[in-house]
């Protein structure tokens, strides 16, 4: 509604086109209703939800980075060649409650950082390479758990996942540490 009202407030939509999108968009049903509605207002960079479509994310000999707001499919391939792929979930949104990961790791890395609270099982083929970071040996059965389950084949390369470190906490009435 923001990027619609200041779109409409600088002249590239119309009162009537904004009326419009505006009924458009109170009776979306999905996050691609809402995608098209915007697609010709920003970038792509810009739209408030990416969506991709399920496009395999690949890092060939170089690194790619899915971050910020984003739509997670319930299938997503990740593929590193000598490269590095990050997919960050921290801020992402996901479609299901369970999300099979493809991750091919091969002289490269995959790296997933999951915020807390959400699982991740891990499992796969590893020719001189690995996978680390599962917080989960199988999937949960709890239907309120999200799961990103992780298909892993690397071949020299890594697979691994992380959670964000959370802040430490300091007690009351102690001193912090002099900074270095």
Known sequence: ??????????????????TERVRAALSARTLGDLERLTADLASPAEQPVRLDGGKVVTGFFGTEVRDGR?????????????????????????????????????????????????????????????????????????PDVPVIEVRAFAAGGEVVARTPPRPRRWLRGRRRPPLP
């Open 1 to 18: 509604m923001a990027m619609l009202s200041a779109a409409v407030s600088d002249g590239r939509l119309t009162p009537d086109e904004h």
């Open 70 to 142: 984003w739509v997670v499919p319930r299938v997503l391939t990740c593929s590193a060649v000598f490269g590095e792929v990050v997919a960050d979930f921290r801020e992402a949104l996901l479609q299901d409650r369970h999300v099979i990961l493809y991750a091919h790791a091969i002289g490269g890395r995959v790296r997933l950082i999951v915020p807390a609270g959400v699982e991740v099982v891990m499992g796969g083929t590893m020719l001189l390479g690995r996978c680390r970071g599962a917080t989960a040996d199988s999937v949960p059965s709890s």
